[in-house]
C-alpha cells in the first residue's frame, strides 16, 4: 500500500471515529453511571432523576414503574414491571425516558443503569479529537504470543476501583532496534485490544490509551499501528470505568501516534 492510499484510510477511520464519538448515544452522551448496589431503595440518584425503581435479582434488574414516571419499553409507553436483562448497547437500550435511553449493564455480577442523554454537556462542547500526524514509521510488524491459559489480573480502573482485566497473551513489535511487548485482551472474535501508556502520556497525550489490533493470522503475525491508537471511553465521560494500564504496558519511549487528547468549545 501506497502512503497516500495509508493516509487516505486513515483519514476515513478519523472520519469514521470522530461520528461514533459524537453519535447522539455514543461515549459524549454518558451523563451517569448508577450501581443498584448502592441504591438499596431502588431510587437513582437525581441530577437529573431518573424515574421508576430499579432493583437488582439474580436473574436481571426489575423495574417498577407508575404512570407519572413517562418511560418507555421497547418503544411505547409503559407503565408496571418487567425483569431486565443486560443491554447491547446503549442505542438498543429497552427503556427511555425522552430522549435519554437507560442502559442496564452487568459488570463481574453487579448491575448498574447507565443514563446517555444526547443533549448532554459532552456532546453540546465537544470540538473534535486532537491527533498526531500520520506517520508510516509506527505502522509495524507485530507478533502475537498468546498464554498457554487465560490470565487474570487486579488493576486499578478510572473510577478508583480495582477490578479484574483478562489477559490473552503479549504483543511483542520492535521500535529502533528494541523488542517491546504489551499485553493484550482478546474479544471473541480474535481481535485484540491493549490499554498502554508511553512517553506521551499525561504530558503531549492523555494519560493512557487503547490500541486495537486486528486479529492475527495463524503464525501470530499482526500489524501494529500506533496510528490509530484511540482515547479511552473514560476521556470522553467522567463515568466510564476505563482500567489503567497493566504492569509492563507503560512503554519507556514515546510514542508520537494516534489520538492525543479532547477538544472542546
Given at each position: 500500500?501506497?502512503?497516500?492510499?495509508?493516509?487516505?484510510?486513515?483519514?476515513?477511520?478519523?472520519?469514521?471515529?470522530?461520528?461514533?464519538?459524537?453519535?447522539?448515544?455514543?461515549?459524549?452522551?454518558?451523563?451517569?453511571?448508577h450501581?443498584?448496589?448502592d441504591?438499596?431503595?431502588?431510587?437513582?440518584?437525581?441530577?437529573?432523576?431518573?424515574?421508576?425503581?430499579?432493583?437488582?435479582?439474580?436473574?436481571?434488574?426489575?423495574?417498577?414503574?407508575?404512570?407519572?414516571?413517562g418511560?418507555?419499553?421497547?418503544g411505547?409507553?409503559?407503565?408496571?414491571?418487567?425483569?431486565?436483562?443486560?443491554?447491547?448497547?446503549?442505542?438498543?437500550?429497552?427503556?427511555?425516558?425522552?430522549?435519554?435511553?437507560l442502559?442496564?449493564?452487568?459488570?463481574?455480577?453487579?448491575?448498574?443503569?447507565?443514563?446517555?442523554?444526547?443533549d448532554?454537556?459532552?456532546?453540546?462542547?465537544?470540538?473534535?479529537?486532537?491527533?498526531?500526524?500520520?506517520?508510516?514509521?509506527?505502522v509495524?510488524?507485530?507478533?502475537?504470543?498468546?498464554?498457554?491459559?487465560?490470565?487474570?489480573?487486579?488493576?486499578?480502573?478510572?473510577?478508583?476501583?480495582?477490578?479484574?482485566?483478562?489477559?490473552?497473551?503479549?504483543?511483542?513489535?520492535?521500535?529502533?532496534g528494541?523488542?517491546?511487548?504489551?499485553?493484550?485482551?482478546?474479544?471473541?472474535?480474535?481481535?485484540?485490544?491493549?490499554?498502554?501508556?508511553?512517553?506521551?502520556?499525561?504530558?503531549?497525550?492523555?494519560?493512557?490509551?487503547?490500541?486495537?489490533?486486528?486479529p492475527?493470522?495463524?503464525?501470530?503475525?499482526?500489524?501494529?499501528d500506533?496510528?490509530?491508537?484511540?482515547?479511552?471511553?473514560?476521556?470522553?465521560?467522567?463515568?466510564?470505568?476505563?482500567?489503567?494500564?497493566?504492569?509492563?504496558?507503560?512503554?519507556?519511549?514515546?510514542?508520537?501516534?494516534?489520538?492525543?487528547?479532547?477538544?472542546?468549545?
Amino acid at each position: 500500500m501506497s502512503t497516500s492510499e495509508a493516509q487516505q484510510r486513515w483519514k476515513t477511520w478519523r472520519e469514521q471515529r470522530h461520528e461514533a464519538v459524537s453519535a447522539p448515544y455514543g461515549p459524549l452522551a454518558l451523563t451517569g453511571t448508577h450501581w443498584l448496589a448502592d441504591s438499596p431503595g431502588g431510587t437513582l440518584p437525581a441530577n437529573p432523576a431518573v424515574p421508576g425503581r430499579w432493583t437488582q435479582e439474580p436473574g436481571g434488574v426489575r423495574l417498577s414503574a407508575g404512570p407519572g414516571d413517562g418511560l418507555t419499553l421497547d418503544g411505547r409507553q409503559w407503565e408496571g414491571e418487567v425483569l431486565l436483562g443486560p443491554d447491547s448497547g446503549p442505542a438498543a437500550a429497552r427503556v427511555a425516558h425522552g430522549g435519554r435511553k437507560l442502559l442496564v449493564m452487568r459488570r463481574e455480577g453487579r448491575w448498574a443503569v447507565r443514563v446517555f442523554d444526547p443533549d448532554s454537556a459532552g456532546r453540546r462542547g465537544f470540538a473534535g479529537i486532537d491527533v498526531f500526524d500520520h506517520d508510516e514509521r509506527w505502522v509495524l510488524e507485530g507478533l502475537f504470543r498468546p498464554y498457554e491459559r487465560e490470565r487474570t489480573i487486579a488493576v486499578e480502573n478510572a473510577d478508583g476501583r480495582e477490578r479484574s482485566l483478562a489477559l490473552a497473551g503479549e504483543l511483542a513489535f520492535g521500535i529502533g532496534g528494541d523488542e517491546h511487548t504489551l499485553q493484550v485482551s482478546a474479544e471473541a472474535d480474535g481481535s485484540m485490544w491493549a490499554v498502554f501508556a508511553d512517553g506521551t502520556s499525561g504530558r503531549s497525550s492523555y494519560r493512557f490509551r487503547f490500541l486495537k489490533p486486528p486479529p492475527p493470522a495463524a503464525d501470530g503475525t499482526v500489524t501494529v499501528d500506533f496510528n490509530r491508537a484511540v482515547l479511552p471511553p473514560c476521556a470522553f465521560a467522567d463515568h466510564f470505568i476505563c482500567p489503567f494500564p497493566p504492569p509492563g504496558n507503560r512503554l519507556p519511549i514515546e510514542v508520537p501516534a494516534g489520538e492525543r487528547n479532547l477538544l472542546r468549545r
